[in-house]
């Protein structure tokens, strides 16, 4: 794209975008908003709180409760180690999961149901 182009189409957005703006700023919900929030900061600032001294104050189990942005622990129990035992060569091999490389090498020379009978733990 030309840079002429794209002069051209940014413009165009932000024409657009003016617009919406100039929509909104005559809005009579929107400047019930800004009037409300103008006064309560001002009632916070007057007696000396902040929003989480509200928020506390109204509803006293919200800090106790976990934020949503918090990921959740993993309720799934841990793997166990298996250990392998290959009879031929005597190798033993610890793993919690199929991805291993010695174990992946042996299930393509013997098979994976003969490896598999090889489980010791």
Sequence with gaps: MSKLAEFRQLEKHLAEQLEALEALKGDAG?????EFENKLRA???EYGYSLKDVINLLDPQSSRRAPAAEPQTSTRKPRQVKVYK???????VETKGGNHK?????KAEHGSATVESWLTK
């Design 43 to 45: 009632l916070l600032a």
């Design 102 to 106: 010695t174990l992946k090498e042996w």
């Design 30 to 34: 929107l400047k019930k908003e800004i």
């Design 86 to 92: 290959n009879p031929h060569s005597g190798e033993v």
